[in-house]
């Protein structure tokens, strides 16, 4: 049997934290999890700690690790400037700075489509390449952990993946429960498409740094997929139009 991949996942506890490693625990490949999260909830596999406050019993976790799955975060597009600021970037800059000491090999940080908000209503396709257009505070906290990454991919070496990830809501997560606007509809992003999106972004090789959206395959969505699918060999199975009912 091959050495399993050790992968540590911040903000474990979440939603997307719980998905991904619901999938991690039951995925064909072999999964050593590392599971932080500042709220352990009766849960003892949970290592609790304030990732906001950089400190090394915590960042001794990050020893070894193959891919940390960067989720602890602001959930709220709506927070204040103060949560944004402890939650979206000092805390992400600690958990850089941890996978950088600790010699982690990957980090797949969870940006977000608010990155591209500006753009709801406009007529034009969302590539990784199309110029950030942050609709609000949360989306520009986002972009800068993009640009964050990329920094500390150049300067230490560290391979990073941005997923900029659709609309997953919690629990079951089916696209009748999405907003009635067609916005929300094309940038639903399934729980199996997450999950797959995620697991090719911990295993794919040779990638020092990439920005990819994460949607499923829905029909007339602006987010084009092609480097995401390229990069990753990521193969959408789901389309939020298609369950609509």
């Not at 797949?108 to 406009?122: D, L, P, Q």
Request: proline fraction near 5%; include cysteine.
């Amino acid at each position: 049997m091959s050495t399993p991949k050790k992968v540590l996942i911040t903000g474990a506890k979440g939603n997307l934290g719980d998905k991904i490693r619901q999938h991690l625990d039951t995925a064909q490949e072999n999964y050593d999890l590392v599971l932080i999260d500042r709220h352990e909830q009766g849960d003892s596999a949970i290592i609790q700690a304030d990732l906001s406050i950089y400190d090394e019993a915590w960042a001794q976790h990050f020893a070894g690790i193959d891919a940390v799955v960067h989720l602890a975060a602001e959930p709220n597009p709506s927070a204040s400037w103060n949560s944004l600021v402890k939650l979206n970037l000092d805390l992400l800059m600690n958990v850089y700075e941890a996978a950088v000491a600790k010699g982690s090999k990957r980090l797949i940080f969870a940006s977000s489509n608010h990155t591209m908000g500006g753009y709801r209503e406009e007529n034009v396709v969302l590539t990784p390449n199309t110029p950030p257009k942050p609709g609000n505070p949360y989306g520009t906290t986002k972009l800068m952990g993009e640009r964050i990454g990329k920094s500390y991919s150049e300067r230490h070496g560290l391979s990073v993946i941005c997923l900029r990830i659709g609309w997953t809501p919690r629990g079951e997560n089916r696209p009748d429960e999405a907003m009635d606007n067609n916005w929300w509809w094309q940038m639903w992003l399934s729980n199996r498409d997450y999950c797959q999106v995620v697991e090719k972004a911990i295993l794919v090789e040779n990638v020092p740094f990439a920005v990819l959206n994460a949607m499923s395959n829905n029909t007339g969505m602006k987010w084009d997929l092609s480097d995401t699918r390229r990069i990753l060999g990521y193969e959408p199975q789901d389309n939020a139009y298609a369950q609509k009912k």
